[in-house]
């Protein structure tokens, strides 16, 4: 059998392990002592998804048998989110330029960031979807008083109206909806996330 993380082969013995769920529930032990979780698992070459696991699992091993896992910890999560705070402060920063932007006939950086806004968010969601592995560290996230869930939920019809203001070319909405809606909520995700 041969065991791959995070694409590097380890060295690893079998003591009584006899099938791939026996393997998959040794490392899970294992990634529990060092705060980590498994995100992926493949099996010979092929994703496992969740409604073949337990099948996969029941799999004898053999010599020919591969089992590769991508792996996330705790360490790296802090980082990601980290790096999404700087990306929302100067996220948040040229949202509340907008205005000026549309005024100078600058709609290719007003397009851009756009496009920007939308990625940030959903490399955020991401983010938060990854940290739902690790519930004793980042359960309490709170962004205005609210979980996640809920200041999405309040936030989304303003990115519907954003996105309307946008289409139907109304740039005095468009850059008041980017100053004083978008930009104070994404400075407060910022804010929420930093550690």
């Known amino acids: ?32 002592k060092n705060q980590a979780a498994t995100i992926a698992i493949a099996v010979n070459g092929k994703n496992v998804a969740a ?37 929302f402060e100067a996220l948040g920063e040229k949202l509340e330029q907008v205005s000026v932007l549309i005024q100078s006939g600058k709609d290719k950086d007003v397009n851009a960031l756009i496009k920007q806004t939308a990625d940030v968010i959903d490399n955020f969601c991401h983010i938060v979807a990854y940290s739902a592995l690790f519930p004793e560290a980042y359960s309490n996230i709170t962004i205005e008083g609210k979980s996640v869930s809920d200041f999405f939920a309040e936030f989304s019809p303003i990115l519907h109206d954003f996105e309307s203001a946008l289409e139907s070319k109304d740039t005095v909405l468009t850059g008041d909806l980017a100053e004083y809606e978008l930009a104070p909520r994404i400075k407060a995700i910022a804010q929420a996330i930093r550690r």
């Not at 060295?11 to 032990?29: H, I, R």
């Not at 996969?56 to 802090?78: F, G, P, R």
């Open 51 to 87: 409604a073949d696991f337990e099948i996969v699992s029941a799999m004898e091993l053999t010599q020919e048998t591969k089992i590769e896992l991508t792996v996330l910890n705790l360490s790296e999560i802090d980082n990601a989110f980290e790096m999404a705070a700087t990306d």
């Open 1 to 32: 059998m041969e065991l791959f993380v995070n694409n590097e082969k380890l060295d690893v013995s079998l003591e009584n392990e006899k099938t791939v769920g026996d393997v998959l529930k040794a490392f899970e032990v294992e990634c529990e």
